[in-house]
Antibody, heavy 120, light 114 residues
Framework: EVQLLESGGGLVQPGGSLRLSCAAS????????MSWVRQAPGKGLEWVSS????????YYADSVRGRFTISRDNSEKMLYLQMNSLRAEDTALYYC?????????????WGQGTVVTVSS | DIVMTQSPDSLAVSLGERATINCKSS????????????LAWYQQRPGQPPKLLIS???VRESGVPDRFSGSGSGTDFTLTISSLQAADVAIYYC??????????FGQGTKLEIK
């Protein structure tokens, strides 16, 4: 079964750090772009970051560039998001998502998400 | 960045009737070289992650009922539900995945039963 399972969310103070993880199974992880998408409480979907399947290219939303770092371990089928200098506006449900082809594409598989709350 | 704008923000339709949601991109998402529109539609039911319904503007994902259809090209796109069912109550999002990220989403359209 194709599956993504996020972990690592929690409550953190403003200025703090968290590392999110996403474990993939059931597909050839190394062949696809992988991304993080977040959803603030009661709000819409916001694309956060993507990592190309080639391992050469990373992309970030302006709102997180310089604070968040995406990484992947193809041998372990893991995607990560290191989040530093967290702000209240980073509070959201963070989803891991798989693209449906090897040069980007729509997100055909999503995890259930992990909640990040930034508050003092 | 490409801005995606959906209309309406919310919609109430009677069971069995047609529902239409529009999505407009600030620049074309049509790749002339392969004649594909880099536009996707998602359904998000309450408490659930988004589900990909349609990719390449008009290609239904496996298992998606045929009452869902996507159309349009360039900058203007439409998601149509031909005969609304109770299970279709959800928020619907369009997303462009043209070129390299950012892959922006529309603001969402909330679909309810009238």
């Amino acid at each position: 079964e194709v599956q993504l399972l996020e972990s690592g969310g929690g409550l953190v103070q403003p200025g703090g750090s968290l590392r999110l993880s996403c474990a993939a199974s059931g597909f050839t992880f190394s062949a696809y772009y992988m991304s993080w998408v977040r959803q603030a409480p009661g709000k819409g979907l916001e694309w956060v970051s993507s990592f190309s399947n080639s391992g050469e290219n990373t992309y970030y939303a302006d709102s997180v560039r310089g604070r968040f770092t995406i990484s992947r371990d193809n041998s372990e089928k893991m995607l990560y998001l290191q989040m530093n200098s967290l702000r209240a506006e980073d509070t959201a449900l963070y989803y891991c998502a798989k693209s449906n082809w090897n040069a980007g594409g729509a997100f055909d598989i999503w995890g259930q998400g992990t909640v990040v709350t930034v508050s003092s | 960045d490409i801005v995606m704008t959906q209309s309406p923000d919310s919609l109430a339709v009677s069971l069995g009737e047609r529902a239409t949601i529009n999505c407009k991109s600030s620049q074309s998402v049509l790749y002339r070289s392969n004649n594909k529109n880099y536009l996707a539609w998602y359904q998000q039911r309450p408490g659930q992650p988004p589900k990909l319904l349609i990719s390449w503007a008009s290609v239904r994902e496996s298992g998606v009922p045929d009452r869902f259809s996507g159309s349009g090209s360039g900058t203007d796109f439409t998601l149509t539900i031909s005969s609304l069912q109770a299970a279709d109550v959800a928020i619907y999002y369009c997303q462009q995945h043209y070129g390299s990220p950012p892959y922006t989403f529309g603001q969402g359209t909330k679909l309810e039963i009238k």
